[in-house]
């Protein structure tokens, strides 16, 4: 009887493991990491079934940043595949992380001598007001979502801990569009990841996956000297250049180049 039962339980795990979905793009790249900017491992034609390992997050295809890894050891955008939700359907790759690195062990946390940069940089406003470009910001640079700041769970007027506090729950989601936006080539310590992070912050997810300093990063050069040439051109906003920027890219120049023996990305220390 316990032979039959240990039967039963391996083929109904066997048949688990063995569902499979179809491919719904014509020709769908199967990556070596979970992004475009990853190199293509294989191709799949369109109505292939595939079988899924783990998900995870990384670039936003369509409006879906889920990708999934196969059997065959590579990512394929989510978006590409049948599998009759709009989500997760299985677990998450890296032991439940859901970051975008190649190994998902990147630092999601920034250290204090970034989240002090990103202070400095951005100015405390304890009540929502217009920034230099006039978009409505709050605290350490929190841009508002909604009329008023009014998704902002701390009361208004903010203290200077309060907006820490804002601060520390924004940063993640940059460095999880920064994560994303690199493939496994760079090699970056705490005090780069922070720096790049800073970065990200002022500029947007969108300009730094579309970057050439994000490009040149994935090819494998000098992290010191891409920073150094590509960081200073990022000076304008609203079209102008703006002196606040041009300090602000020496200051995250200065940082990334400070030494530090603690590594960020791809693999958090």
Same mark, same amino acid.
Request: aromatic content about 12%; overall charge positive; some cysteine.
């Given at each position: 009887m316990k032979l039959l039962t240990i039967a039963v339980l391996a083929l109904a795990s066997a048949t688990s493991f063995a569902k499979t979905y179809p491919i719904t793009g014509n020709t769908v790249n199967c990556r070596s990491g979970p992004g475009t900017s990853y190199s293509v491992k294989k191709s799949y034609k369109k109505g292939t079934q595939v079988s899924i390992s783990c998900q995870t997050s990384g670039t936003s295809v369509s409006g879906n940043n889920i990708w999934d890894k196969t059997s065959d050891g590579c990512y394929v955008a989510d978006y590409y595949v049948k599998t009759g939700v709009n989500g997760y359907v299985t677990k998450k790759c890296g032991g439940g992380s859901s970051g975008g690195s190649p190994s998902g062990g990147y630092?999601?946390?920034?250290?204090t001598a970034g989240?002090? /940069? !990103?202070?400095?940089w951005?100015?405390?406003v304890s009540r929502p007001r217009p920034d230099p470009i006039g978009l409505p910001t709050v605290g350490y640079g929190h841009l508002c979502q909604k009329k008023n700041c009014a998704e902002?769970?701390?009361?208004?007027?903010?203290t200077k801990t309060t907006a820490k506090q804002l601060l520390g729950d924004d940063l993640p989601k940059y460095t999880k569009c920064l994560a994303a936006a690199l493939n496994s080539k760079p090699k970056l310590n705490q005090n780069q990841w922070a720096a790049l992070t800073s970065w990200v912050f002022n500029v947007g997810c969108g300009n730094a996956k579309s970057s050439? /300093? !994000?490009k040149r990063l994935n090819k494998g050069e000098s992290p010191n000297t891409v920073a150094a040439q590509e960081l200073p051109k990022w000076r304008k906003a609203g079209g102008r250049v703006l002196q606040g920027l041009v300090n602000r890219r020496k200051a995250e120049v200065k940082l990334?180049?400070?030494?530090?023996?603690?590594?960020a990305y791809p693999k958090c220390q």
């Open positions: 630092c999601k946390k920034v250290n989240v002090n /940069l !990103v202070a400095q951005e100015g405390f902002v769970k701390y009361k208004f007027p903010l050439t /300093l !994000v990334f180049k400070t030494a530090s023996s603690k590594q």
